[in-house]
């Protein structure tokens, strides 16, 4: 195997052999496909999975309004009546839906770097979902009840209108609660002690004759007392055990604003100054780069010019 910059030299009549390193080494990119990412595969990526452009903007919200339409009609033929008068026009139209939806499949298998790994993506396989229950049901009548997993695509809401303040507030708030994890856990954990506690204090008060009839049953009625939810299917009837209950109402208040508290904290700590983009990672497919960014915050991968409304 040669390496770039490496070379070998004749060191005397000895015939030792040794590298000389005359030039840096540059590693040599290869693409795994055999075809690099330009021409109109680069004008198709940008379009269908960036909204910095006309174009991807315009691609998006009709994207969001067929899908809408698309579950709109199946759900139209759920309803005998609707699917009894209209049963043509709705199949008509579920078909024209799942051409579509399949070309757009196609289009986006067709742009990225790597197939195989989009289609094994969770949107690569929500997308696939969304057009082969129509084929199943060419098989299997009744598969087309499954054609509302498209509606799991509508998570794309937060590039389609070009919003960068959502897409950055979305991030945001996920490494938020990366961040906070252990605070939250060291915070469940102590509530979970609390209505343990409480709900076995509760379940020597009012007994099984009040209809606290055991200690799990006690522990969901702390729970939903604590939660200030109160569904009112099991109340205490002792001065004791309502004196308990308030003061688990009145804690309940104050432990609601602890997780609110923790979150916002890290929030607060991680926001960024600098705008995000819906500039993705041609290798990853990771969203979110800066547009001075030069290298992937993923993988670390070359990113293309960034392309903008002009």
């Not at 309502?242 to 609110?260: H, K, Y």
Request: with cysteine; glycine share 6%.
């Amino acid at each position: 195997m040669l390496l770039s910059g490496f070379h070998w030299r004749h060191n005397g009549p000895n015939h030792c052999l040794r590298f000389d390193v005359t030039q840096p080494y540059i590693p040599v990119q290869r693409d795994h496909l055999g075809k690099p990412l330009q021409g109109w595969r680069l004008k198709l990526y940008t379009i269908i999975f960036e909204a910095d452009t006309r174009a991807g903007q315009r691609f998006d919200r009709w994207l969001i309004a067929l899908i809408l339409a698309s579950v709109a009609v199946v759900m139209a033929d759920s309803v005998p009546s609707l699917s009894a008068r209209f049963s043509r026009i709705l199949g008509t139209l579920e078909w024209i839906f799942t051409v579509l939806f399949t070309l757009e499949y196609l289009a986006r298998l067709a742009c990225v770097r790597h197939p195989a790994r989009y289609a094994r993506s969770f949107f690569g396989v929500v997308d696939l979902l969304s057009v082969l229950p129509t084929y199943l049901a060419l098989l299997l009548p009744g598969a087309h009840v499954l054609v509302d997993v498209r509606v799991l695509r509508l998570l794309r809401i937060f590039r389609v209108f070009k919003l960068t303040a959502y897409v950055s507030e979305y991030q945001t708030l996920v490494s938020a609660l990366v961040a906070s994890r252990r605070k939250i856990l060291v915070f469940l954990s102590v509530v979970l002690m609390i209505v343990l506690i409480m709900g076995t204090l509760m379940y020597l008060v009012e007994g099984p004759e009040h209809g606290f009839s055991s200690i799990p049953t006690s522990v969901y009625w702390a729970i939903t007392t604590m939660t200030t939810v109160g569904f009112g299917d099991i109340t205490p009837r002792t001065d004791l055990g309502r004196m308990i209950a308030s003061l688990m109402m009145l804690l309940g208040w104050g432990t609601l604003a602890v997780p609110t508290g923790i979150v916002t904290s890290e929030m607060t700590a991680q926001r960024q100054n600098r705008p995000t983009t819906t500039r993705s990672c041609h290798e990853c497919l990771t969203e979110g780069h800066s547009p001075e960014a030069r290298h992937c915050l993923h993988c670390g991968a070359k990113l293309p010019p960034y392309q903008h409304l002009s």
